[in-house]
């Protein structure tokens, strides 16, 4: 049987598509063949690409941002004062994933710290690495649920296979008894296995506030600051500077 030259090439692109080679089936047509080695490795580096980009694809949609922040619109203010055992550079390349160490990000609410550490993290997807992110109550929840259902168990191994856990808004909401004792143990397993992002509020003097139980929550913060870098956020929220920016400008937001 005869085919047209159009009948092949859907054929091609079929048969593209049943072995997965989504990135061929799309690009294929647009290499030009100079001969055989060279139209085989652009061929092949069309598939690497397609495969890279959806699996940095897969990774962001399984990190669970709430919203998407990067890194070149954060501002660095003079009010975030970094420690001397990090540098801003190293905070940006997550370095100290490697190092399974800490990054706590302390201080009032709007300050930048959940886009800072949004931001680390999706730096962190797009290098091809897992990575989850949580509110402090919205993992407590789940821990929760999970719990009842029985099924904790595979929750806290898929948790196991994640290389940075983001915890956000520790201190917003006053947790129950059991809520407490299960994100303790997620953090008693990420102890020296993983690392972790922490934002919250509140200092850590306060914390008990948010756990309920003084002995809970100093074994909690123990473990945690053993081998972690603390960022201390000062100053006016930014969302109250863009917000009086605003009235400044008549309120048009213009």
């Known amino acids: 049987m005869n085919y047209t030259r159009a009948e092949n090439r859907h054929s091609i692109e079929a048969t593209m598509r049943t072995l997965k080679l989504s990135g061929l089936a799309k690009e294929w047509r647009n290499v030009e063949y100079q001969d055989p080695e060279q139209y085989m490795r652009e061929l092949l580096e069309i598939e690497v690409r397609e495969r890279e980009a959806n699996r940095m694809t897969r990774m962001i949609k399984q990190a669970g941002f709430r919203v998407m922040k990067t890194l070149d619109s954060f501002v660095w203010k003079p009010g975030i004062e970094i420690p001397n055992t990090i540098t801003r550079e190293e905070m940006e390349a997550a370095a100290f994933v490697s190092e399974k160490e800490n990054l706590v990000l302390m201080g009032a609410v709007g300050t930048g710290k959940t886009h800072l550490a949004t931001a680390i993290a999706l730096n962190l997807c797009q290098q091809g690495r897992h990575v989850r992110f949580y509110t402090a109550t919205g993992l407590a929840n789940i821990l929760q649920e999970r719990h009842q259902r029985g099924t904790l168990t595979s929750f806290m191994s898929s948790l196991r296979r994640v290389e940075l856990l983001v915890l956000d808004e520790i201190g917003f909401i006053t947790l129950h008894k059991e809520a407490s004792e299960l994100l303790f143990q997620v953090v008693s397993e990420c102890y020296e296995q993983k690392s972790l992002i922490i934002t919250s509020n509140l200092e850590f003097g306060h914390w008990n506030t ?40 008549g309120g048009t937001g213009q």
């Open 210 to 249: 948010v756990f309920g139980d003084n002995k809970l929550t100093n074994a909690l913060v123990d473990r945690l600051i053993h081998h972690s870098h603390i960022v201390v956020f000062s100053g006016p929220g930014h969302r109250l500077e863009e917000s009086m920016q605003r009235q400044r400008r």
